[in-house]
């Protein structure tokens, strides 16, 4: 269909240059002049070469294109490798091949690789300064889909943001945050940072809740009722067991910590919210009292008579 369209656009063109007053044989002068080609080094670029180039990089395309289609829907899917690698593995198979494609196409109008090799070292120079940036983060993009140090799907902390990893290109890593919204980080960051990734290795985490008691209250009897909250959760695991620390003795209260580990890292908000309703509604229920800071304010006789004589000298003053 694309074809057709070309064919019908030049077409048009040359019948309008000839209803606006363009001889045939300036048409025919133009069409032989064209088949003498562009002289670029030792090439002669004609219709017929830059035709067949773009045949060839087309076949070169649609095979590379048919090839990524059968190894993501036949091949992966019998193997262990998770959707990151996969997708990683499919980018890895079209880049080859639209390399391979380029090469061949230029191969077949008559470049010559090593002068190509010889320019692309020349102008490497020129890249480098010019556009190290874009090759930085190239360079990071492909370390990233080979080592893999981060996946589609983690759970990571990156250039001061938290959210979900959802596509990692050659350029830069779409991660999606809590609020979703999408957020861009250029892949140079990921690898010349540090980066906390919370679903790397497995998806159990650990929570943590902290929470102060009045000073009459009995510690182990704090210690009891928090531990009777964490392993009444449905997330939390049996190994490692839930564990209370007495962590300090604060200004107004007694601090205590109760730590429990969780199946899935992407709950670990929610179940620290569960854990607070939960243990406010049963230290409500056995009389525990949760201190807020208290301050005691001393008036000594002095500071008595200095107020008065400020609220006498403002009646005084409003009269």
Partial sequence: MTFFSLFNFIGTLLLLGLALGIESSQYVELWVRLNEGLTLGDVNLTPTSILNFGVIFGLGYFATTVIQRIVKSTVLPKTKM???????????????GYTLAVVIALSSIG???????????????????????????????????????????DWIEASGFSGTVKKISVRSTQIETFDRAMVVVPNSELIAGSVLNWTHSNETGRVRVSVGVSYDTDPKRVERLLLKVGKSHEMTLKSPEPFVRFQQFGDSSLDFDLIIYVRDKNYMFQVRSELHYSIFELFKKEGIEIPFPQRDLNITGNSISNIKKRVSVKKDNTK
């Fill in 111 to 153: 470049f010559n690789l090593s002068s190509i090799a010889i320019v692309a070292g020349a102008l490497s120079v020129g890249i480098g300064f010019g556009l190290q940036t874009i090759v930085s983060n190239f360079v990071s993009g492909i370390i990233l889909l080979v080592e893999r140090p981060i996946k589609e799907g």
């Fill in 82 to 96: 998770d959707k990151g690698s996969q997708n990683a593995l499919v980018s890895g198979v079209g880049y080859i």
